[in-house]
């Protein structure tokens, strides 16, 4: 996903990344599939189900806000 405009240090310990992402969007990108993750994650945890729109509506303010217009696809690669 993060293919040529991202690298990963290798001279880190063990079990530790460094990630640099060369772009906003993908800075963007990736705090919102943290947030969705985290959602996802809390549901699980309290043996709940919800739907992408529950997801959505949720925290809506992660999928708006200026240069956010089409991250509302971004439900659909979970």
Do not use: A, W
Not at 7 to 26: R, T, Y
Not at 34 to 48: A, D, F, G, P, T
Not at 53 to 71: A, C, H
């Amino acid at each position: 996903m993060l293919k040529c405009s991202s690298c990963c240090s290798k001279d880190l310990p063990c079990g530790k990344d460094l990630i640099v992402l060369k772009k906003e969007s993908h800075v963007q990108r990736l705090d919102i599939m943290l947030r969705v993750l985290s959602i996802i994650q809390q549901l699980l945890q309290e043996n709940k189900h919800g739907t992408k729109r529950d997801i959505y509506y949720m925290q809506p303010s992660i999928f708006l806000g200026k240069g956010r217009s089409s991250s509302q696809r971004y439900l659909h690669t979970f």
